[in-house]
């Protein structure tokens, strides 16, 4: 299984990006799909993810409202569309993958992980 996450970039304050993850060996509709970001001194934290269905979203209290997650099955990518992006918002996403036995994802129950795109955002 690789995860292949892409899109992260420089931005000034109230700028967007479009992360990208592209998925092999792994079947979207079989696993719920997150992404996770981690900035330095900081815990990983759960971001957005998007179930095995593609019919219930999660996003985390500091990307709501600002954040949109969604999936091509066809190209086997997922997809975080971020907006009005704050210089608290710089951090490592990364991709992931889990079963979705919890109600919100948790970095510890990940199955598989993508290698991480820096998004750094400048005031």
């Known amino acids: 299984v690789q995860l292949q996450a892409s899109g992260g970039g420089l931005v000034q304050a109230g700028g967007s990006l479009r992360l990208s993850c592209a998925a092999s060996?792994?079947?979207?509709?079989?696993?719920?799909m997150g992404w996770f970001r981690q900035a330095p001194g900081k815990e990983r934290e759960s971001v957005a993810s998007?179930?095995?269905?593609?019919?219930?979203?999660y996003y985390g209290d500091s990307v709501k409202g600002r954040s949109t997650i969604s999936r091509d099955i066809a190209k086997n990518t997922v997809y975080l569309q971020m907006n009005s992006l704050k210089p608290e918002d710089t951090a490592l996403y990364y991709c992931a993958a889990d079963r979705g036995f919890l109600s919100v994802p948790i970095a510890t129950m990940v199955d598989y992980w993508g290698q991480g795109t820096q998004v750094t955002v400048s005031s």
């Open positions: 060996g792994l079947t979207l509709s079989r696993y719920r």
């Open positions: 998007i179930n095995w269905s593609g019919g219930s979203t």
